[in-house]
């Protein structure tokens, strides 16, 4: 019963909250940028609920199943990666061995839902998304993972999330060291790739392919897509709070810390897309292979 209170309150619920929120922060600072004034606090939340009310279309001949298990499997793969950083944030003692590898695969799960379903589409343009998706992952998984080894080593080679924020509160932040600091920014710009913001939207990429992998998907199952891709948008830097920034806490004054860390890392992604044209996917696959991932080992070689 205590499990699926934490999977419905932290994983899915708050974490939807704060994804939500997150959004609009995001699509408001935009618009000013672009002299717009921006959509409504409520307007995430009103997209979702408007594409809830629509009707579910299926292409003919498709997998019924696969075409509408897709947008579900990503969907899991967030709230169950969202309950054990809340839990292992807030209750560090309850971190088990390898719960940190548990939480790099789960946060894969939303990309290849992502390739399942445009390719379970049979649309032309959905299969030309979900091939870039599937090339984009395999060039930021490289450096993401070597960034993430480093707090791993900082922590005494332990592979447990508890340790590694327990390491954080003795010796201060990762970030703080150089290595750390080099890890945090390789490690941002995966973000960036794995959330498919701008410069690397390339799956999506409405100007060039109409939405790519989710062109053939309507009403609940695109409702499902953009909640998942939301409630990412507060995870991901979530997950790079408590490798690179010593997590988040709640209590006094350290509330207005996680705060403020959390809104550094969502307005870092937001000038990061504001200010870069979109990248061919064999750009992207060199750059991720290239600079990334001689940074990522330099910080590796330092820590």
Same mark, same amino acid.
């Given at each position: 019963?205590?499990?699926?209170?934490?999977?419905?309150?932290?994983?899915?619920?708050?974490?939807?909250?704060?994804?939500?929120?997150?959004?609009?922060?995001?699509?408001? +600072?935009?618009?000013?940028?672009?002299?717009?004034?921006?959509?409504?606090?409520?307007?995430?939340?009103?997209?979702?609920?408007?594409?809830?009310?629509?009707?579910?279309?299926?292409?003919?001949?498709?997998?019924?199943?696969?075409?509408?298990?897709?947008?579900?499997?990503?969907?899991?793969?967030?709230?169950?990666?969202?309950?054990?950083?809340?839990?292992?944030?807030? !209750?560090?003692?309850?971190? @088990?061995?390898?719960?940190?590898?548990?939480?790099?695969?789960?946060?894969?799960?939303?990309? +290849?839902?992502?390739?399942?379903?445009?390719?379970?589409?049979?649309?032309?343009?959905?299969?030309?998304?979900?091939?870039?998706?599937?090339?984009?992952?395999?060039?930021?998984?490289?450096?993401?993972?070597?960034?993430?080894?480093?707090?791993?080593?900082?922590?005494? @080679?332990?592979?447990?999330?508890?340790?590694?924020?327990?390491? !954080?509160?003795?010796?201060?932040?990762?970030?703080?060291?150089?290595?750390?600091?080099?890890?945090?920014?390789?490690?941002?710009?995966?973000?960036?790739?794995?959330?498919?913001?701008?410069?690397?939207?390339?799956?999506?990429?409405?100007?060039?392919?109409?939405?790519?992998?989710?062109?053939?998907?309507?009403?609940?199952?695109?409702? +499902?897509?953009?909640?998942?891709?939301?409630?990412?948008?507060?995870?991901?830097?979530? @997950?790079?709070?408590?490798?690179?920034?010593?997590?988040?806490?709640?209590?006094?004054?350290?509330?207005?810390?996680?705060?403020?860390?959390?809104?550094?890392?969502?307005?870092?992604?937001?000038?990061?897309?504001?200010?870069?044209?979109?990248?061919?996917?064999?750009?992207?696959?060199?750059?991720?292979?290239?600079?990334?991932?001689?940074?990522?080992?330099?910080?590796?070689?330092?820590?």
């Amino acid at each position: 019963m205590i499990v699926f209170l934490q999977l419905f309150f932290y994983g899915f619920l708050l974490t939807a909250v704060l994804g939500l929120f997150a959004s609009w922060v995001d699509r408001k +600072v935009t618009a000013r940028v672009q002299y717009r004034v921006g959509p409504p606090l409520l307007q995430p939340l009103i997209d979702i609920i408007k594409l809830l009310g629509k009707e579910t279309l299926i292409p003919k001949g498709v997998s019924r199943m696969t075409f509408l298990l897709a947008p579900l499997f990503g969907l899991a793969g967030v709230i169950l990666v969202s309950t054990l950083l809340w839990v292992n944030s807030l !209750q560090p003692g309850r971190t @088990f061995l390898g719960d940190l590898i548990v939480a790099l695969y789960l946060l894969a799960l939303p990309a +290849v839902s992502l390739i399942i379903g445009g390719f379970a589409s049979r649309n032309p343009l959905a299969s030309i998304g979900a091939s870039r998706e599937m090339k984009l992952v395999l060039s930021y998984e490289l450096p993401f993972l070597l960034a993430v080894f480093v707090p791993v080593i900082h922590a005494g @080679f332990s592979i447990r999330l508890g340790d590694i924020l327990n390491h !954080q509160v003795t010796s201060g932040a990762i970030a703080t060291n150089a290595s750390g600091l080099l890890a945090l920014v390789v490690a941002i710009l995966c973000v960036q790739a794995k959330l498919g913001l701008v410069p690397f939207d390339i799956a999506e990429a409405e100007t060039e392919i109409i939405g790519g992998p989710l062109i053939e998907y309507s009403g609940s199952g695109l409702a +499902v897509y953009r909640l998942t891709k939301n409630m990412l948008l507060f995870t991901l830097p979530f @997950f790079l709070i408590i490798l690179f920034l010593g997590g988040l806490r709640l209590d006094g004054v350290h509330l207005l810390s996680s705060i403020g860390k959390y809104v550094g890392l969502v307005a870092v992604a937001t000038v990061i897309r504001n200010t870069n044209p979109r990248v061919r996917i064999d750009h992207a696959v060199r750059f991720f292979w290239g600079p990334m991932t001689l940074l990522a080992i330099i910080a590796v070689v330092l820590a």
